[in-house]
């Protein structure tokens, strides 16, 4: 039997994991089978369990797992822990399953390898505070970013995620707000973790936050360009960009934990996206 990969999520269906690691696995020449599961909204440590005692090595999880798999795992890597939330399992010695983010890495990797945008310090206003949100600060702050605030529609969470990660780059100013406290700001890179582009909606944002030099990036992605990526390029991001490039290189990170091989992620991209949407 080949050595036995999945994701796990629901909806799962249109997961595009399973084409990219198959893309990684040939590439690289590893024999391996991945594949997609759908696990019930109740049920994820059932089918992680029977995945991983019928041979499975490795899991990606997704949309509404990733707390579900901060639990099941019996250890965690300290960027998962702070993050709060796991998107990749391992089984190892004595089938303990280590869980690791892989998210925020594969953010930074695509905006400093693939869009060429330096991180070193620059200034950044994250919107939202939720997983998505949470999950990406940690390796925003590790790549020399100088400020970083983050605002939300609820902004004691906001505030939250400021008291999460305070103090763990010293340089770095962490502050938090509502949409207001924005005004007359001026960010280098704005990114849109809210959930509000599902909803085709927009966070009431002020005028002017983009720098000369900037950068928009939406962590979703999908066929179209989303609100906030409209928005952004009307009000003069130099760059815009959706959450692809996270996918590829977040499945890269879990693809090299598991395989310790780093498969080249541009051609798989542009497999996935052939034509440039903005
Ligand atoms: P995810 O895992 O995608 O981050 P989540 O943890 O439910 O999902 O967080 C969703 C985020 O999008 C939150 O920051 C949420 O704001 P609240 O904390 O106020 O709930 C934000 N969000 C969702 N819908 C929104 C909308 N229509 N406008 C602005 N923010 C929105």
Redesign the pocket.
């Known amino acids: 039997m080949l050595d036995q990969y999945a994701v796990f999520g629901n909806p799962i269906a249109h997961s595009k994991s399973p084409q990219i690691h198959t893309w990684f696995a040939k590439q690289t020449h590893q024999s391996l089978e991945y594949r997609a599961i759908l696990a019930p909204e109740d049920g994820f440590e059932a089918s992680a369990n029977a995945f991983f005692a019928q041979g499975g090595l490795g899991a990606n999880v997704t949309?509404p797992f990733?707390l579900d798999a901060l639990v099941f795992a019996n250890t965690l890597s300290p960027r998962a822990r702070r993050a709060g939330a796991v998107n990749t399992l391992q089984k190892g010695k004595n089938n303990q399953i280590y869980g690791d983010n892989t998210d925020g890495i594969g953010l930074v990797r695509d905006l400093t390898t693939n869009l060429n945008f330096n991180l070193a310090g620059k200034k950044v206003l994250l919107?939202?505070?939720?997983?998505?949100?949470?999950g990406v600060v940690e390796p925003l702050l590790n790549a020399g970013i100088t400020q970083l605030h983050i605002a939300?529609?609820?902004p004691e969470?906001a505030r939250q995620l400021v008291d999460i990660f305070h103090g763990l780059q010293p340089k770095a100013q962490l502050t938090s707000s509502y949409w207001q406290g924005l005004e007359g700001r001026q960010f280098d890179l704005v990114i849109n973790?809210?959930?509000?582009s599902l909803?085709g909606?927009?966070?009431p944002l002020p005028e002017g936050l983009f720098a000369s030099e900037s950068q928009a990036y939406d962590l979703m992605y999908s066929q179209k360009p989303t609100p906030f990526m409209l928005w952004a390029q009307q009000q003069g991001a130099s760059q815009v960009a959706d959450g692809l490039g996270m996918l590829v290189e977040q499945a890269a990170e879990a693809f090299f934990l598991w395989r310790q091989v780093r498969p080249a992620t541009q051609p798989v991209f542009e497999y996935l996206r052939p034509v440039k949407h903005v």
């Open positions: 949309v990733k919107l939202g505070a939720g997983g998505a949100a949470r939300n529609r609820t969470k973790a809210t959930s509000s909803a909606d927009l966070p």
